[in-house]
Each structure stands twice: as C-alpha cells, then as structure tokens.
C-alpha cells in the first residue's frame, strides 16, 4: 500500500502533466486535499488514510466545513477536489468507491463579484499619476492601465513579457489558465503608459545587474509577483480619496462589466478574459441590466406608446 503522501503526488503530477493545470490550481488542490487529511487526523485517533474514507467521514467533514462558516463556493471547491482526487484513485484502482462521487452542493448564491464605477477608476488613475515622490510611479501607472484595460488577471499580468508585448499592434499573448495562450487587445491609454516606463524599466534593470524578459520589475530589477502587485494597488488606494480596499481581482471584474455595460457581446467578453465556460462571464451581467432596462424603455414601442400617454395625462 503506498503512503497517502505518494497518492497525493501522483495526483498532482497527474494534474500537471496530463490534465495540463495551471501551478495556481494545482496548489488549491494540494491544499484543499491536505486540510481533508488535517480533518481526518484529528477526529480519529488512529489517523484514518485517505483509503480508508467513507460517507459517514465524508458527511462529519462537510459538517465541519459548515460549523467553520465557510462559503458555499469554497464547500464546492474543496468537495471538487477531492472528488477528482478519489476519481484518480479508483480509475487506478488505489479505492474502488469514489466517497464524494454524488456530494453536488448547490452554488447558486454564488458572490457578485466587486467592481469599481467609472468615477472611482478616474480616482484610482488621479492617485497614481499624482504619486511624484514614488521613483517608480510610471510602473505603477503602467500595472493599472494593464490591469484595467485588458482584465487579465493578476497572474496573467506578472507573466508578462517584452517578447509577447506588441506595442505597435497593442496586443499581449497572455499565459493563461491551464497553460492556455490568448491574445489581448489593449488602448491607448495602457499603451503610453507601457512606453512611459519602459526606459525606467531598462535603467533600474541595468542599475541592479539583471537581465530577463518580464516586464514588470521590483525596486529590485526582479520580476514582480502577485503579492507585489496587490501590495502597489493597496498603496494606491492608500493615497487616494477612496474608502475602499482593493484587490486586483476588482480591476478585471471592473473591465468586465464596463465592457458588457457599453453593449459587448458575451462571447467575445469570454474570450478576451479566457474564460473556459460562458457560465463564467455571465456573473457579470447583474451590471447590465440597468443598460438593458433604458434600451427596452427607449426601444419598445408599448413602453415609449405609454410614456406619450403618461405625459399627455400631464398636460391636462
């Protein structure tokens, strides 16, 4: 019998290598699967293995998650997990029951997602643009017309590089989930200010003795990482006159709704954010249904037919 840490790995390596998952996913799964094995190690006083599950665990553990206040979202999340764990480890005969083959939880109170209107992006840009005695305010000027201007997420924005940066198409290849490439567009606006920093870029990276592709850097010339994005925004938000917290997740979520808000069509707002289902993108049209709501109010002859008689009543 191999050691319940051996069938974790294989899992994970079976993920990466044959599934194709993104590092980013492949960790949720580890440690979704390692807080299971906490939860097991404590409620048995022999250490049950993951072998030995069975629905009653499966049952203590959900209720555990429950009592812990988690999100029915993140329950769903962890359910997902290891549920794929325990189908590897029947396809490969390691069990043969599947535990949460049939645990489904319903997620249909699934969180909107938080987006910044368009006067507190303007002062989002106002703050970072009026940061003069920050030696590295054109990066960060830079990292928010990305973020905000193409919805990448902030993954796909450390990842960036000089060679799949086209400046003169405005376009980015952009690594995304499960190793899946896609171009985005980008404006103007996120195109100067890529230009504008640049020649920091180059100065800082030649000043510290590094050389590597990624364009966006640390005070150190190092490549940046999501951490140090999210520490930048949070300085940004700092300095401006908003209330709110941030996270870069905002930003794209922003991008999304603006897009749709203006009339975009679904599927190329999927594509462009490298959304693998439409399920996905449609979170976000809970933001269009004031824009959909003044069209039909325009539009549709009864209502327009209505509002002559309302005002006509009016007149009277």
Not at 128 to 139: M, V
Not at 211 to 220: A, G
């Amino acid at each position: 019998m191999t050691s319940k840490n051996t069938q974790m790995q294989w899992f994970l390596k079976y993920l990466k290598n044959e599934r194709k998952y993104s590092d980013d996913t492949i960790t949720a799964y580890s440690n979704d699967i390692s807080e299971f094995e906490k939860f097991l190690n404590q409620v048995d006083k022999d250490s049950k293995q993951l072998v030995d599950v069975d629905s009653y665990d499966v049952e203590s553990y959900l209720t555990y998650l429950y009592d812990k206040d988690y999100a029915k979202n993140s329950i769903a999340q962890k359910v997902s997990a290891l549920r794929s764990l325990y189908a590897y480890l029947v396809k490969n005969e390691i069990v043969t029951k599947n535990p949460f083959e049939y645990i489904h939880l319903k997620t249909n109170n699934r969180r909107l997602p938080r987006f910044f209107y368009k006067e507190e992006m303007e002062e989002l840009f106002r703050a970072a643009n009026s940061d003069d005695e920050n030696p590295l305010k054109l990066r960060n000027i830079a990292i928010l017309e990305v973020l905000y201007g193409t919805g990448v997420r902030v993954s796909e924005c450390t990842g960036i590089t000089l060679e799949r940066l086209n400046l003169a198409d405005k376009v980015i290849l952009v690594q995304g989930k499960g190793n899946k490439q896609r171009y985005v567009p980008f404006g103007d606006y996120a195109s100067q200010a890529i230009r504008n920093y640049l020649p920091l870029r180059s100065s800082l990276m030649e000043d510290k003795g590094e050389s590597h592709d990624f364009l966006f850097i640390n005070k150190l010339g190092k490549p940046l990482t999501p951490r140090g994005i999210e520490y930048i925004l949070d300085h940004i938000v700092k300095i401006s006159n908003l209330t709110t917290d941030i996270h870069p997740h905002m930003l794209r979520h922003s991008f999304a709704t603006e897009m749709l808000d203006e009339g975009a069509d679904m599927r190329s707002v999927q594509e462009l954010l490298g959304h693998a289902s439409l399920s996905s993108t449609q979170i976000y049209t809970h933001v269009t249904q004031s824009h959909l709501m003044k069209d039909y109010n325009k539009f549709f002859p009864r209502t327009k037919k209505k509002e002559e008689e309302e005002n006509n009543d009016s007149k009277i």
